[in-house]
Nanobody
Framework: QLQLVESGGGLVQPGGPLRLSCAASGFTLVYYAIGWFRQAPRQGREGVSC????????NYVDSVKGRFTISRDNAKNTVYLQMNSLKPEDTAVYYC????????????????????????WGKGTLVTVSS
């Protein structure tokens, strides 16, 4: 079965860290750009970050720059999102997605292209930032 599975979500206090994982099964992640997206309650989905298949190129939206770091371990078929200095406005369900095109992934991250055509989506993991 081809799927992405997110994990690592939970409740964290403002200012705290959390690391999310996105693990692939049934296919090899090295051939895919991976993006992290999030959807807060009563809001639309927004891009967070993406990384190229070889891990050499990363992109972040302005709201998370300097706080979040995306990385990948292709030997483990897993992509990570290290989130530091978390804020209540980071509360959301976080999803990872895979696409063979880094260019398309970047456009989806920027919101200029629909995410509907992405190759794979995970089911999400909930991150709640609250005291």
């Amino acid at each position: 079965q081809l799927q992405l599975v997110e994990s690592g979500g939970g409740l964290v206090q403002p200012g705290g860290p959390l690391r999310l994982s996105c693990a692939a099964s049934g296919f090899t992640l090295v051939y895919y750009a991976i993006g992290w997206f999030r959807q807060a309650p009563r809001q639309g989905r927004e891009g967070v970050s993406c990384i190229s298949g070889n891990g050499l190129s990363t992109n972040y939206v302005d709201s998370v720059k300097g706080r979040f770091t995306i990385s990948r371990d292709n030997a483990k078929n897993t992509v990570y999102l290290q989130m530091n200095s978390l804020k209540p406005e980071d509360t959301a369900v976080y999803y990872c997605a895979a696409d063979t095109s880094l260019a398309i992934m970047r456009r989806v991250l920027a919101g200029s292209v629909s995410a509907n055509g992405m190759d794979y989506w995970g089911k999400g993991t909930l991150v709640t930032v609250s005291s």
